[in-house]
């Protein structure tokens, strides 16, 4: 299972984990799902985790919460299109100074963490024309390929077709060790919305 930092969805892989979005940083002992030779080049170019926006490009709404809605989209280098999740924060590209300073604060823990069982933050950029679709500051985050969330995974289960025991034990393993990443950060970090929706 993954966990998401306000978006998320969970990995199609031989053996299902879950992965948990929110606000993280690495624990010494997690197990890294990144190769250093394939890193993505967006954590090259971002520039104290500020992205260039003219590589950016919005693809479909993938799901809204509070304060901000997700979108599939990419980002295109050399002629070649990442695939990644943009959450566009509420409020345009005139928010309050404080909630500026405490987006930066939230996605700059979130991009410090590099654990299988949390979601990467690649880092942000700003939409600041108004006349352009969705203004504002986007977070630009990894998207999980052939997810869904445990909320929508629930919600499909039949009285019938409840997943076997192991499998739930495992899912809920997955969760704590993605909160126990955060909570081992320093300073440790709550993530402060753990639900359904957000694995």
């Keep these: 299972a993954k966990w998401l930092t306000g978006n998320r969805e969970a990995a199609g892989r031989r053996s299902p ?9 690495a624990e010494p002992t997690a197990r890294s799902r990144r190769n250093e030779n394939r890193e993505p080049p967006m954590v090259a170019d971002a520039v104290d985790f500020l992205l260039p926006l003219k590589r950016l490009e919005l693809g479909p709404s993938l799901g809204r919460g509070a304060t901000a809605e997700v979108f599939g989209g990419g980002y295109v280098k050399d002629g070649v299109r990442y695939p990644v999740a943009i959450k566009v924060f509420d409020g345009g590209a005139s928010l309050p100074t404080a909630a500026v300073a405490q987006f930066k604060k939230e996605m ?3 991009a410090g963490i590099d654990s299988e069982f949390l979601v990467k933050t690649y880092g942000y950029t700003v939409q600041p024309d108004p ?3 969705h203004p ?3 977070l630009v985050m990894e998207l999980v390929p052939c997810g869904t969330t445990l909320q929508n995974l629930l919600s499909v289960v039949e009285p019938d077709n409840i997943p076997p025991l192991q499998q739930r034990i495992q899912m809920l393993t997955d969760v704590a060790k993605g909160m126990l990443v955060l909570h081992c950060d320093l300073p440790p970090v709550v993530h ?7 694995v």
């Design 136 to 138: 504002g500051y986007w």
């Design 108 to 110: 700059e823990a979130t």
């Design 192 to 198: 402060r919305d753990l639900k359904s929706a957000n």
């Design 17 to 25: 984990r879950a992965t948990v979005t929110g606000d993280t940083r």
């Design 131 to 133: 006349s352009k679709p």
